[in-house]
């Protein structure tokens, strides 16, 4: 598989860190990335920010996608559990 991030993609065009690829080199080389490995026949994942992001990158031909953020999606639900715990006095 070659997964392709776009946050790493964007720092190396010379961006500030994003999980949401706005710039057309960014958005060209992932392109470019889905093209290489069709040609080698292998699988393209990348990483999306948002379920949006998730569906058009999967609409441009992206085989695997991972959608969310894991640090945020855990600091997410463990602030959820400490809220209930909380309420439960």
Do not use: W
Not at 29 to 46: D, Q
Not at 55 to 82: E, H, N
């Amino acid at each position: 598989m070659l997964y392709v991030g776009p946050n790493d993609l964007t720092i190396d065009y010379g961006g500030k860190p994003t999980y949401l690829a706005e710039d057309p080199r960014v958005l060209g080389a992932m392109t470019g990335s889905i093209e290489v490995a069709a040609r080698h026949g292998i699988r393209a994942g990348t990483y999306a920010g948002n379920a949006e992001v998730a569906r058009a990158a999967f609409a441009r031909g992206y085989d695997l996608v991972s959608v969310g953020y894991a640090g945020k999606t855990m600091v997410k639900a463990c602030q959820q559990l400490l809220d209930a715990a909380v309420q439960l006095r």
